[in-house]
């Protein structure tokens, strides 16, 4: 079974309250809806924290708090959107650019590069759509004339 996410600060200091007074999981998990295996997890969690009921009960938020996860960064930053947004619009020539061509002028601005597919994400975010580029036609003899 997949994880379900996590727990709110709430009912997690609450089972380890009761924890600590002596109630048994099975009591515990019908009022705080954790499961067992979460409940010892939790009172694990809090002793490796500094949580010790023999010496002090209060139970602090640190005690329970999920750790800070650690991700890939974003290469799409607000300055590499506003990079990107501003190529587009300087002239008729650079709306004309592929995505590809315009992920090689903004990359030094992103660590590691972009891509262009990131640089079509940040486009339609921002509401662009692609058009083909249309010329009129020149003048002709006849129409010169008239």
């Known amino acids: 079974m997949a994880p379900k996410g996590p727990h709110n600060n709430g009912p997690c200091v609450q089972a380890l309250t009761l924890l600590s007074k002596g109630f048994k999981p099975d009591e515990i998990k019908a009022d705080t809806g954790l499961s067992k295996s979460t409940i010892y997890d939790l009172q ?28 890939r960064p974003k290469k799409c930053t607000l300055e590499v959107e506003e990079a990107v947004i501003k190529t587009i619009s300087k002239n008729s020539t650079t709306r004309e650019l592929s995505t590809q061509k315009i992920a090689d002028m903004v990359s030094p601005l992103a660590k590691g590069g972009i891509s262009a597919r990131s640089i079509h994400r940040i486009l339609r975010r921002q509401g662009y759509k692609p058009v083909k580029p249309t010329q009129k036609p020149g003048l002709t003899k006849e129409n010169k004339l008239a």
């Not at 809090?46 to 999920?66: F, H, T």
Request: glycine residues 8%; positive net charge.
């Open 44 to 71: 694990k969690k809090a002793l490796s924290r500094g949580y010790d009921p023999s010496k002090d009960r209060k139970i602090l938020i640190a005690y329970v708090e999920d750790a800070p996860k650690v991700g």
